[in-house]
């Protein structure tokens, strides 16, 4: 049995006995006021009466929120312990203006006589061992098992145990008004019906304090300014926007806006995206949605303001180049378009990203080479012999660039009437990359001087120790 099915199982359990003990304690406290007219037990039996319409109501406000999340309640069912737990403390707060109204009214303006006796003072300690144990198991199984309902189930019957007290005592006191001829003594019951009341209203107050900020969706103090902090300190992300949150039963529901540069791919985003996911998820239990902006990272360069350009276009470009020459810059790159488009719709893509990029560097020369975006793999067949010969001459060039240390793994494709190469070289991992790019531009030159049937070369350059 997994865990959610042994947490349901448990809280349904114990929601059920408390329903059982409810019906007893209502049941004894009715008896006993009819028995010696107390107020005080009165107002105990009908704070009972509430709290077994509380149990109930629990029970069954246990059973819809485990239910998951479903069409019609994309959230699931949690709030509905709010709202049990709020109209429990509505009941609550009836009962206590109740009680004040008769406890008054006998004060001053009427009089009850009241029968205490042994069985009532016993009776009355009895329920009290009961109210006890059973705070304590809903108090545990609401912890073990997080449960607003439970909770708040668990605080009335944890407040009977004060409230019973509080009237046992005033029946004692009546009890020995009424033996030692003290008359004063019979307005400790009234006294102890209010008491009986405060404790109500303190225990609703509280209670429906906290439900009604579940149900308005208040955040815990702290909560977004801890999220907040840990999302921003997360690898990718630039900053934080806005967070917001929301409480469902005892998990929450988080809305993140993050900033991410605007050169970072699909993937990269979405790899940031569950990063900060599960660092919200280290603070509190939680569903976390991520939306990302993208923003220009401070200290930009320029090529990666042309790459964002096109990417915000939806366009790959490469082989992009700028040069500053007599105070004016040059900007050099290609457009990969769609192979089947025509010239004019190339041209109309080329000239609306010429146009974004002038607005980011007005007065540019810019010049844009059109290329077609391959969407077919082409077959070819291999030339091993001249590969073996391509191989033999760049390894005797070792003298001439004394940072290659080998080629290996060439391949020669003969490829829609041309002749493709790759290879690997190896050299010293700790050369930094403008040195090995400038290495392999300059024998990418050297080879296809040497054998001019050669359209394009590609070296992979890789560390001594890794080849």
Known sequence: MDTSTLAVREKKRVALASIGAAVVLVSLKVFLSVRTGSLGILSEALHSSLDLLAAILTYFSVRISDKPADADHTYGHAKFESVSAFVETALLLMTAVYIIWEAIQRLLFKQSPVYPSLLAIILLALMMGIDWTRARRISRVAHQYPSEALEADALHFSTDVWSTSVVLFGVIAVWLGQSFNIPWLRFTDPLAALAVSGVIIWVGARMGRRTLEALLDVAPKGLQGRILAAAQKVEGVLGVDRVRLRRAGQRYFVDVTISV???????????????????IGEIVPSDVVVHMEPRARSGENFLETIRATAQRRGLAVHELAAHQIDGRLFIELHLEVDEHSSLSEAHRLATELEQDLLREAA????????????????????????AVRVRDFINSLGAEYHELTDCHDVHVRFVEHKILVSCHCA????????????????????????????????????PVDES
């Open 261 to 279: 540069p605007r050169t970072t791919s699909l993937e990269e985003a979405h790899a940031t995206s569950d990063r900060v996911e599960r660092r």
């Open 363 to 386: 007065g540019a020369h810019i010049n844009i080479h059109i290329e077609p975006l391959g969407t077919h793999i082409p077959g070819g067949e291999e030339m091993k012999d001249l």
């Open 427 to 462: 050299m010293d991992g700790a050369l930094p990359i403008t040195q090995v790019h400038d290495v392999t531009a300059a024998v990418e030159d050297r080879v296809k001087e040497h054998f001019p049937q050669i359209y394009r070369l590609t070296i992979h350059p890789e």
